[in-house]
């Protein structure tokens, strides 16, 4: 049987992989501690955007979300993955491909940085990394990037990739306080920037 055609639980995929300064990887139990410090770390930042992190996740959820996002890994439902320095094992932050419809081969990155690695390409790097993990891995036929239409930061890491503008969905969703606001959407295509 083909790798298209196989149930997403049977597919193999590696678990982790390497860009120039990091180690991109599943997560696995125990984790839950070095996420946490660095969420702690970076909670003023991420408050805005991340609705998770309305506020500060305890030890304990932060541990409860790695082990989920564990076993959505195994059964390929959800694929987060770890950013960590190659060198140090620092966590550098996370990300992933959620979102994914098997059968239409589409992915959603999602990204978050640690505070105090922002501002030095990591999550630029991690994102260029992992779409060509979908792209030749996973056989992505698109690979999607939404963010909030204020949160430039983000627009500009899909920007700066080569990702494509393909609209502004206005009143999308409520943002963390509840107001609604507009979401932009970018993505690559197989055969065009795949
Ligand atoms: C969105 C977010 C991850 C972007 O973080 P970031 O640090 O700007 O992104 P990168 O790690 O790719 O770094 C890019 C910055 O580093 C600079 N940089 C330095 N060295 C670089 C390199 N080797 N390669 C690319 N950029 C580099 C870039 O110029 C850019 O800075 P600028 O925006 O001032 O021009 C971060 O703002 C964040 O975590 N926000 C909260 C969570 C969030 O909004 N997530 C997205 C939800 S859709």
Redesign the pocket.
């Known amino acids: 049987m083909g790798f298209l055609e196989r149930e997403p639980i049977m597919l193999d995929m590696p678990e982790s992989f390497e860009s120039s300064r990091l180690l991109i990887r599943a997560p696995r139990w125990n984790d839950g501690a070095i996420v946490h410090e660095a969420v702690k770390e970076s909670i003023r930042?991420?408050r805005p955007?991340?609705p998770w992190a309305k506020r500060l996740p305890t030890p304990e959820e932060a541990e409860i979300s790695i082990r989920r996002s564990r076993l959505q890994f195994l059964d390929r439902s959800d694929l987060r993955l770890l950013l960590l320095m190659k060198d140090t094992g620092e966590l550098v932050?996370s990300s992933g491909l959620h979102r994914i419809d098997w059968q239409a081969r589409k992915f959603e990155i999602?990204?978050?940085?640690r505070t105090s690695y922002?501002?030095?390409?990591?999550?630029?790097?991690a994102v260029d990394a992992i779409t060509a993990f979908a792209a030749r891995e996973l056989q992505a036929g698109r690979i999607e990037i939404?963010?909030?239409s204020r949160?430039v930061?983000?627009a500009?890491?899909a920007e700066?990739l080569g990702f494509s503008l393909e609209g502004v969905l206005r009143n999308d969703r409520c943002d963390v306080d509840g107001i609604l606001r507009d979401t932009i959407v970018f993505s690559k295509i197989r055969g065009i920037e795949l």
């Open positions: 930042e991420l955007w991340m932050g999602g990204y978050w940085v922002s501002g030095q390409g990591y999550i630029t790097e939404r963010c909030d949160n930061r983000s500009k890491v700066r």
